[in-house]
């Protein structure tokens, strides 16, 4: 079975700190995918990558940066966080490839205080 | 840019029964996919159902069928024998046939479908 797993569950930090997300999978998938999600607004692409060290915008990437240094791991870094960055984020990553569909982890709900 | 909508924030359905959530989309390419996440309670979201564009006919699997309308841009989701493990948040996806950017495959996601199953 495909895992994709997220380094916290839940988490709380304040206004201003440096906050990282991470994210693992163990199946050697080209793609990875930081989504934000809201009640009443879906998922939201906020960065992917497509291989180690590259990276694309996705629909909402401001306020947020991403590093991905190997293959199997994909960090979300909240630079300087803010009380509207509260959220649930949900980590993915698929093969690649036409119609393969992306492998979700469990979520990080994040309040930021 | 493609969206996609799904008009019921919320639906329930008695156990046993059948329930449908709908989904329309917006787009101008003719190859894409589509696709329904389930999210049950603090669990993971994971794939239900899967749709070619090119494909007339509707995918099913075991309870989870869809109705795809290409022409009215229409895809819902029928939900057979319902049971309480089906309550959940429901996602209509869409994702392009062709990569975007430096040649990933987006998906956008429907706002979700909270549906109750009553016992």
């Known amino acids: 079975d495909v895992k994709v797993t997220q380094s916290s569950r839940y988490l709380v930090k304040r206004t201003g700190e440096k906050v990282f997300l991470e994210c693992v999978q163990d199946m050697d998938h080209e793609n990875m995918f930081w989504y934000r999600q809201d009640p009443g607004l879906g998922l939201r692409l906020i960065y992917f990558s497509y291989d180690v060290k590259m990276k694309e915008k996705g629909d909402i990437p401001e306020g947020y940066s991403v590093s991905r240094e190997k293959k199997e791991r994909f960090s979300l870094i909240l630079e300087s966080a803010s009380t509207n960055q509260t959220s649930m984020y949900l980590c993915?990553?698929?093969?690649?490839?036409?119609?393969?569909?992306?492998?979700f982890g469990p979520g990080t709900r994040l309040t930021v205080t | 840019a493609q969206t996609v909508t799904q008009s019921q924030p919320e639906m329930s359905v008695q156990e046993a029964e059948t329930v449908t959530l709908s989904c329309t989309y917006d787009?101008?390419?003719?190859?894409?996919?589509l696709f329904w996440y389930k999210q049950p309670p603090s669990r993971q979201m994971i794939l239900v159902i899967r749709?070619?564009?090119?494909?007339?006919q509707n995918a099913t699997e075991n309870r989870f069928s869809v109705n795809f309308q290409k022409a009215a841009k229409s895809f819902s989701l029928k939900i057979s024998d319902s049971q309480l493990g089906d309550a959940a948040m429901y996602f209509c996806?869409?994702?392009?046939?062709?990569?975007?950017?430096?040649?990933?495959?987006?998906?956008?996601f429907g706002k979700g479908t909270k549906l109750s199953v009553i016992p």
């Open positions: 996806a869409y994702r392009s046939a062709y990569p975007s950017g430096a040649g990933s495959y987006q998906l956008t």
């Open positions: 993915a990553s698929n093969v690649g490839g036409t119609y393969y569909e992306q492998y």
């Open positions: 787009t101008s390419e003719s190859d894409y996919y």
């Open positions: 749709q070619e564009a090119y494909k007339q």
